[in-house]
């Protein structure tokens, strides 16, 4: 059997966003995920165990995408996808939910399909 798909979602403060993302995808057999911030006064900060950890990171804005490579300039990334959405919904907001489902599920199935 493959091992689960270790993914990690990024927003600034791990408040809103990533959390929710982080809870959708919570029981899902073929994940393992996390969630992070990227603001020093993030509620769980990103580390670089975080980011050996992942395989893929999904992160809500390009400027998450631009923080990480500057602050982690040193480290192998793991890939690093932008779902562009904006820091406008509370945390397990139905219309985030959505978003995120509609967005996330097909990504995720595409990763999960065997390579030939």
Not at 13 to 22: D, H, I, V
Not at 44 to 54: I, K
Not at 102 to 110: F, G, M, R, W
Request: proline share 6%; hydrophobic share 40%; aromatic share 6%.
């Amino acid at each position: 059997m493959n091992p689960r798909l270790r993914i990690l979602f990024i927003c600034a403060m791990n408040l809103k966003r990533s959390p929710t993302a982080e809870r959708l995808y919570c029981n899902d057999a073929r994940l393992e995920v996390r969630s992070a911030g990227v603001r020093p006064a993030a509620k769980r900060r990103v580390s670089e165990n975080d980011l050996r950890w992942a395989d893929i990171v999904f992160v809500m804005e390009r400027e998450h995408k631009r923080w990480l490579r500057e602050q982690f300039a040193g480290l192998e990334l793991p890939r690093i996808e932008v779902l562009d959405i904006p820091d406008e919904y509370e945390y397990m907001d139905s219309n985030l939910q959505e978003i995120l489902r509609l967005t996330l599920d097909p990504e995720i199935n595409a990763l999960m399909r065997p390579v030939t």
